[in-house]
């Protein structure tokens, strides 16, 4: 059309359900309510509000001889977790980017029950906004920041 601005994205996603016949039109994933992971999801918030207060522990994922060779300390962390196999199973990630159902300490946290042992941690479940932080943090690709 002529004279007519450029659409938006939501009005073309609008445009396009409405032609389709599919009603209500869904946010994308990248679109507010879009059920995309959180951006704010980084590592350091993993690390500061998740492993260091829950996993780093005595005689848990810190110090030496950590439980099942994790070490979830700061400086080591990181490179223990992604893309490493699990001690458990090696057929699974620790931690597979982008995949929370293919990474066994997401399992482990929600103690799915393909895993070997007790949910973790062991001091407690973790909080319901510490586990979707983990999660997210995953679905974003894991990235280090």
Known sequence: MRGA???????LAAAV???????DPK????EPG????DPN???SRVQGEVFSVSCTLAGCHAGPGPAAGLDLEPASSYAAIVRVPSAQRADLARIEPYQPDRSYLIKKVRGDADVTGSA????GALSAEQRTLLVDWVRRGAPLD
Do not use: D, I
Not at 120 to 123: A, E, F, G, Q, V
């Open 27 to 30: 946010p994308l994933p990248f």
């Open 5 to 11: 601005g450029p659409l938006t994205r939501a009005a």
């Open 34 to 37: 879009g059920g995309g992971p």
């Open 17 to 23: 359900a409405a032609a389709a016949g599919c009603g």
């Open 120 to 123: 973790m941690p062991l001091t």
């Open 41 to 43: 999801a980084r590592f």
